[in-house]
């Protein structure tokens, strides 16, 4: 399964960037969406997840107020908009599909994964 993620970027401190997932129909119909990202030398960790509704999201402690999460069914598409970014936030993104219709940030209960966007933030 082919998760496109793009819209990373270099941009600095303060600054805005939107990531968008397109995910095959089949793959993303019914299922909960969710960002993570892994920074040089650290682990892989949640960002935010959305259900497959888009009503219900969630987001980790340190992106609260400044990452929003979407999610456009009739585009196949999940966003991230992001601001206020960081240094901290440098990382590459990953997007991927949830095995069930709710979103988790349990990265083992998804089942597909993008090939990741490079976000740099510049101080």
């Known amino acids: 399964v082919q998760l496109q993620a793009s819209g990373g970027g270099t941009v600095q401190t303060g600054g805005s960037l939107r990531l968008s997932c397109a995910v095959p129909k089949r793959t993303s119909s019914n299922n909960g969406m969710g960002w993570f990202r892994q920074a040089p030398g650290k682990e892989r960790e949640f960002v935010a997840t959305i259900n497959w509704r888009g009503g219900d999201t969630h987001y980790a402690d340190f992106v609260k107020g400044r990452f929003t999460i979407s999610r456009d069914n009739a585009k196949n598409t999940v966003y991230l908009e992001m601001n206020s970014l960081n240094p901290e936030d440098t990382a590459v993104y990953y997007c991927?599909?949830?095995?069930?219709?709710?979103?988790?940030?349990?990265?083992?209960?998804?089942?597909?994964w993008g090939q990741g966007t490079l976000v740099t933030v510049s101080s």
């Open positions: 991927a599909v949830s095995r069930s219709a709710s979103g988790s940030s349990d990265a083992s209960r998804y089942a597909h």
